[in-house]
T-cell receptor, first 114, second 113 residues
């Protein structure tokens, strides 16, 4: 069965600094999707970034980028120039290409220090 | 920007009672999902729904649970006889296709007493 592990329950970063959130996963499939979702307090989860496993190039979305290491089954999220609005719970997630279900990690709560 | 909405935001019910959680997916989406998150645990997939039938369900989704799209806009999750362990945050999601991004609602917190 596929699993997603986030080993950092909480992290803090100074405003304008860079922070990296870690995620590892386990799967026997060769093709799948990986996601980072952001959940601000009392708000819904929104997709931050998505990576297709068949793509070698790391996905980027403005200040957000990933380091996708397929052989190591690692998928970390880097947030550059952290802003107060980045404070949220961040979930790493996996979905097989033939699956409907998304498998989530436990989340990392990110605090931004002014 | 269109959003998935869920009502109520918080539902308190007594053990053994039936409860219906409601969701309004994004209007042109065709795939619908329910997830739940027990306090302190991971978000877990319950069920997916397409073309008026269940397309995938987890082992959690037993005979106590059912889903329905009663009209063109709502998507509901019914728990027939609630148990204490059903207390959780329930998230609805929808997507345009099965391979596309799933958009999540804000959740309904269900408390079973």
């Amino acid at each position: 069965a596929q699993t997603v592990t986030q080993s950092q329950p909480e992290m803090s970063v100074q405003e304008a600094e860079t922070v990296t959130l870690s995620c590892t996963y386990d799967t026997s499939e060769s093709d799948y999707y990986l996601f980072w979702y952001k959940q601000p307090p009392s708000r819904q989860m929104i997709l931050v970034i998505r990576q297709e496993a068949y793509k070698q190039q790391n996905a980027t979305e403005n200040r957000f980028s990933v380091n996708f290491q397929k052989a190591a089954k690692s998928f970390s999220l880097k947030i550059s120039d952290s802003q107060l609005g980045d404070a949220a719970m961040y979930f790493c997630a996996y979905r097989g290409v033939r699956d409907d279900k998304i498998i989530f990690g436990k989340g990392t709560r990110l605090h931004i220090l002014p | 920007e269109p959003e998935v909405t869920q009502t109520p935001s918080h539902q308190v019910t007594q053990m053994g009672q039936e409860v219906i959680l409601r969701c309004v997916p994004i209007s042109n989406h065709l795939y619908f999902y329910w997830y739940r998150q027990i306090l302190g645990q991971k978000v877990e997939f319950l069920v997916s729904f397409y073309n008026n039938e269940i397309s995938e369900k987890s082992e959690i989704f037993d005979d106590q649970f059912s889903v329905e799209r009663p009209d063109g806009s709502n998507f509901t999750l019914k728990i027939r006889s609630t148990k204490l362990e059903d207390s959780a945050m329930y998230f609805c999601a929808s997507s345009w296709t099965s391979s596309w991004e799933q958009y999540f609602g804000p959740g309904t917190r269900l408390t079973v007493t």
